[in-house]
């Protein structure tokens, strides 16, 4: 420690006045480019190659100036940065940033947070327990939820599942946490046929396996039928461990399961368990003439969110809520590790409900973002978005050939254009006109298949987007048909 020589006084000051000047050169590139959102074309202009090659080359042997590098990277990055956080995306389900939830990114970026344990992060820490209550009073879950604040829902559904084979193999006997899966007693899952991916990826990673479900059949809208839950609920074994995942907002058409008679039927076993998977479908909780959709939700023993969807935060930021603490906590706290010093939990430290150790403060853009809307702007956010999908449909049905696929009850349009010569012909249709609507760039959105068919899908989930951008994208898909057909 004595050989290091300390920093002139200058040399400090001008160090200091270098990172002011960085970082306020660094929130005007981002306002300048959050300004170009509404008019610049959606898509990347540049080619993998291309980006390659101008943000590529060798491990550079000495280092740049900071002003210097990040006016590069910009500038670099420009051509192979979507328009994802603006107005014009239709596709998947991403949603932007509303600008409060921004500025608290930064400042979380800034603070440079361990938000793992209370000692290192005491702001980050209350500030999580809020949320958490907020979200659990919002989405209207029993009072004694806990929950946890993951990378996205795929990580939600893992802390979900993982309390969930925790409770289940507990109730038989069997200590998962201690003794791993070998030799325990056999877990039913069961999965919607229209289950997201990242429910499968889960269970993946949990060791129940992605192909040993059993997958319920679904109707037209991709809701499971629950004749089909009650046979499969009939073929588990008497006393066998069960998990039962349902979907609140299917990926493509936004349907949900009847989740009140689901549960029905699951709670005629004791000690099995129901996970919901609600990654943008839960926030229509906040929407009193939604309600119907999801009905009984608070039923379930664990629930899967995100906020960096519809309510608009960065990424990255998804929540796990489970019923019973004790059966979330069994399953994510580490072994105790005797160089960390635990609070007793007067305070939360975050690592006993999330599968992470060291982790970013990610609960500040969400009480930033709940602060700005309040429960009423959340509640209008999720309205806004759902009558711009049907204002969107409605405009699309009108012309001639356009199938509209789903029941629009939410955010997500399909639909599908049909021709002449039958599906195959109907399918190079569709797709044509999702490529050429791409290309274009003025929207962006992608495909699916849906019910063995091709489909165009519309997400509308962003704070920003209006209903003149709602009818730029009607319009940018007419034209494009009009021109493919
Ligand atoms: C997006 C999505 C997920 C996965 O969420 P990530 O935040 O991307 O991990 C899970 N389920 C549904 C229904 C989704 O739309």
Not at 12 to 23: F, K, N, S, V
Not at 58 to 69: F, Y
Not at 161 to 187: C, H, K, M, N, Y
Not at 388 to 412: F, K, M, S, T
């Amino acid at each position: 420690m004595q050989t290091v020589t300390a920093e002139s006084p200058t040399t400090a000051a001008t160090a200091a006045d270098d990172t002011r000047e960085l970082l306020l050169r660094t929130a005007e590139l981002a306002a300048d480019f959050l300004g170009s959102l509404a008019t610049r074309p959606v898509p990347g202009s540049l080619t993998v190659d291309a980006l390659r090659a101008s943000l590529g080359g060798p491990l550079p042997e000495s280092g740049a100036s900071s002003l210097e590098v990040i006016n590069r990277l910009a500038a670099d990055a420009e051509g192979g940065i979507v328009g994802s956080a603006g107005p014009r995306f239709f596709g998947f389900v991403i949603g932007g940033s509303l600008p409060a939830a921004l500025a608290a990114d930064w400042l979380t970026s800034a603070w440079d947070q361990n938000a793992g344990l209370y000692v290192a992060a005491p702001a980050a820490s209350v500030v999580e327990e809020i949320v958490g209550r907020w979200l659990i009073e919002l989405f209207g879950l029993p009072e004694a939820t806990s929950f946890g604040l993951t990378t996205g829902c795929q990580m939600a559904h893992f802390t979900c599942l993982a309390a969930a084979r925790s409770a289940v193999l507990r109730g038989a006997g069997w200590d998962a946490e201690a003794q791993g899966l070998f030799g325990a007693p056999e877990i039913h899952v069961l999965v919607s046929a229209h289950a997201h991916a990242t429910a499968l990826a889960a269970l993946q990673y949990l060791g129940l396996g992605r192909d040993r479900v059993r997958t319920l059949e679904t109707d037209d809208q991709g809701r499971i039928r629950i004749e089909t839950l009650r046979a499969g609920m009939s073929a588990v074994p008497p006393g066998a461990p069960a998990i039962v995942c349902l979907q609140a907002g299917d990926v493509n058409s936004g349907a949900f399961d009847p989740i009140a008679d689901a549960i029905a039927v699951v709670r005629e076993r004791p000690g099995a368990w129901v996970h919901v998977d609600g990654a943008f479908g839960l926030w229509a909780r906040a929407v009193p003439s939604l309600g119907h959709l999801l009905e009984g939700v608070e039923l379930a023993d664990s629930w899967a969110t995100d906020a960096h969807k519809w309510l608009n935060v960065p990424y990255d930021s998804g929540i796990a809520f489970v019923a019973r603490a004790e059966d979330h906590a069994n399953a994510m706290s580490p072994p105790h590790a005797p160089y960390l010093e635990y609070t007793a939990r007067q305070q939360r430290d975050e690592v006993h409900w999330v599968p992470e150790f060291s982790r970013r403060a990610r609960g500040f853009p969400i009480y930033a973002a709940l602060r700005t809307l309040g429960r009423a702007g959340v509640q209008q956010l999720v309205e806004r978005c759902c009558a711009l999908a049907r204002r969107i449909a409605a405009g699309v049905a009108e012309e001639p050939g356009v199938r509209i696929l789903n029941d629009v009850v939410l955010n997500q349009v399909l639909l599908r254009f049909e021709t002449e010569g039958g599906a195959a012909a109907s399918d190079a249709l569709t797709r044509s006109v999702i490529s050429r609507v791409q290309d274009d760039g003025v929207i962006w959105l992608s495909g699916t298949t849906w019910e063995g068919v091709a489909a165009m899908r519309i997400s509308v989930s962003n704070w920003s987007t209006t209903e003149r951008d709602a009818d730029a994208a009607t319009a940018a898909i007419l034209d494009a048909v009009r021109r493919v057909r």
